[in-house]
């Protein structure tokens, strides 16, 4: 399995990540061999099995019920900056 | 005092007959801590005041004769995974270096209910990506045994500072052996519990399928007490197993091994496993055996596909996890930027280490067209068959037993440039993850230049008291002293 650079670049774009060429060659050369033995999957008999097994644990449902947060002051600690009682944001639409 | 060694139950004790507060306790664990981990490196935050009063209140309400909690004063740490209300939870990234959790992981709410006191929080491999504790945006923690050498990972902090003595016992999160690697690589007992039998909830996700959150202690005794603290159905985790959970794992696990049996897989002996590690962990089967186990060789064809269907649905559902770090609402933010592609571009690249990026492209190559019915469908299709053969093995042996690391504790940097060689090192952990069962490092010897060396054992979805009881047995007839000596060590 050979993973190209143009590959790399493209899955970098689905990530949301951004590489320079050198980066890339080196993760196109790690992939390749990291895929390679992923290829070992492939040797394996899984015919007849079933993807998703649900039985495992029964489907459990909580009753639709508001709980009110108590501490909701705490919840704007992590935010960037704030004005007045809004949290400001950059620009995200031009 | 010296708290180097002290065992929970020493502790518990030693409070209850007043031969020590529970200030002179935590005053003196955070001396060592000031002494030692300058050298360790295993905190990326203390909480010394914090602890101190929380420590003076354990100390009213002895005063007071009021009913104490199951971990009453106890000094644990906690991986810098799990939220902790008021107190920054890093997750040993960039990304996350001044995130302060509004609220407490449900372990952290539990051991804080039950009067521990939290010393802090502990380093480790960004996002729990890694098996050496370097991916750490921060810091390489280092092993206590040796200082040369990694403490292992992800939870690299926890082993090292439960090793070092920093706290009566730590917890971290295992996802493919983060728990288990480490206390073998530090000379612990380490426990990957039954995936659902403890929340998740307010662990930062990784692969959200197996993440599961235990314990590291010095003793098969401290880390079931340990267990038995954090265990239990929580409704703010939807995969949070409802029943089936024991107690006492203390009476449980002291009941003997007559008649217990023990499978050896003969695939976890072979090509790429240390010799010393062989034989360290054959001996002990071989102890086992004559305190009165059942042992039997059997095959389990599973170490090299699970290994790739643990990395590609890991990384599958770590792609997934992180892709809601995009510098807008909370975490990183790049300084520059000219729109909002470029915002969550910049943020995610500057913000995630290595090691994170590694891991998100190979899950986004997995889950991309083309590629999902050659990689993930079939890694999920292999997960089924591993809990098939797991299920099939269980049905003849209590437990199964093989080496937790095929290799010994590496130095610091010998692996790096290698991502591939560096998840081989989980080829015996991976699969208890796949399979959602429980299992236990502990030591098993050391090697002959003084490593700590680490047994696994496997066990059938919530046998956790089988586990501690075979380990408990083993522990008693190896007598070892795992207590490094940090004097001197540079």
């Known amino acids: 399995m050979i993973v190209t650079k143009k590959e790399v670049a493209y899955i970098a774009g689905l990530a949301n990540l951004m590489f320079d060429d050198v980066e890339i060659e080196t993760m196109a050369d790690e992939f390749s061999k990291i895929l390679n033995h992923f290829d070992n999957i492939s040797k394996e008999d899984l015919s007849g099995i079933e993807m998703y ?42 | 005092m010296d708290v180097a060694g002290l065992s929970i139950k020493d502790i518990k004790r030693g409070l209850e007959n007043k031969a020590f507060s529970d200030e002179e306790l935590v005053g003196s664990y955070l001396d060592r801590i000031k002494e030692y981990d300058h050298k360790i490196k295993a905190f990326i935050t203390v909480c010394g005041d914090e602890a101190i009063s929380m420590a003076q209140s354990v100390d009213r309400k002895i005063a007071k004769g009021e009913k104490l909690g199951p971990m009453e004063g106890i000094p644990v740490g906690l991986k810098d995974n799990m939220c902790t209300k008021g107190v920054r939870t890093t997750c040993g990234s960039k990304m996350l270096s001044d995130f302060v959790p509004p609220y407490d992981s449900s372990v952290a709410k539990k051991l804080k209910e039950q009067g521990a006191i939290t010393m802090g929080k502990l380093n480790m491999d960004e996002f729990a990506m890694g098996s050496s504790n370097e991916n750490s945006a921060f810091f390489a923690t280092r092993n206590p045994w040796d ?37 073998s690589f530090c000379g612990l ?92 962990v054959l001996a002990s089967a071989l102890i086992l055996e004559k305190a009165g186990a059942h042992v039997e060789e059997f095959s389990l064809p599973i170490t090299e596909t699970g290994l790739s ?22 975490g990183y933010r790049t300084d520059s930027f000219k729109n909002y592609e470029e ?65 010994l504790p590496f130095k610091l940097g010998e692996k790096t440039s290698d991502p591939l060689q560096m998840y081989l090192a989980d080829t015996f952990t991976v699969n ?42 083993l522990e008693k007839e190896l007598k070892l002293d795992m207590m490094p000596n940090l004097e001197g060590v540079e």
């Open chain 2, 309 to 330: 269907a643990y990395y590609i649905i890991s990384s599958a559902e770590a792609s997934s996890n992180l892709g809601r770090y995009d510098g807008v609402r909370y």
């Open chain 2, 147 to 183: 200082t040369e050498r990694v403490p292992g990972g992800s939870s690299g902090g926890s082993a090292a500072a439960a090793s070092a003595g920093f706290a009566a016992v730590t917890f971290g999160s295992d996802t493919g052996g983060s728990i288990r690697m480490p206390a």
């Open chain 2, 189 to 280: 007992v380490g426990v990957k519990p039954t995936y659902g039998a403890v929340s998740r909830y307010g662990l930062v996700a990784f692969g959200s399928s197996l993440d599961q959150i235990g314990p590291l202690g010095r003793s098969v005794e401290d880390a079931a007490y340990a267990f038995e603290a954090i265990q239990g159905f929580d409704p703010k985790d939807s995969t949070s197993l409802q029943s089936g959970y024991k107690t006492d794992y203390d009476g449980l696990m002291k009941q003997g091994i007559k008649g217990m049996r023990v499978g050896i897989p003969k695939e976890f002996f072979g090509e790429g496993v240390d010799r010393e590690v062989r034989e360290s």
């Open chain 2, 432 to 473: 208890v993850n796949i399979a959602g069962i429980p299992a236990i490092s502990m030591p098993s010897g050391f090697s002959s230049t003084g490593l700590p060396i680490g047994v696994q054992f496997m066990g059938d979805h919530m046998s956790e008291d089988k586990l501690f009881r075979v380990a408990y047995a």
């Open chain 1, 53 to 94: 097994s649900f039985a495992d644990e029964p489907l459990r449902l909580r009753p639709d019920k508001a709980v009110p947060f108590e501490e909701a002051g705490a919840l704007y600690e992590n935010t960037k900056s704030m004005q007045d009682t809004a949290i400001k944001i950059p620009k995200v639409v031009d």
């Open chain 2, 343 to 407: 915002l969550v571009l910049k943020s995610r690249t500057e913000g995630f280490g290595d090691e994170v990026k590694r891991r998100i492209m190979l899950g986004t190559y997995v889950l991309s067209s083309g590629y999902y019915d050659a990689y993930y469908k079939k890694a999920m299709l292999f997960r089924q068959k591993v809990k098939a053969l797991y299920k099939s093995a269980f049905e003849k042996f209590d437990t199964i037993i093989s080496p937790t690391v095929p290799v």
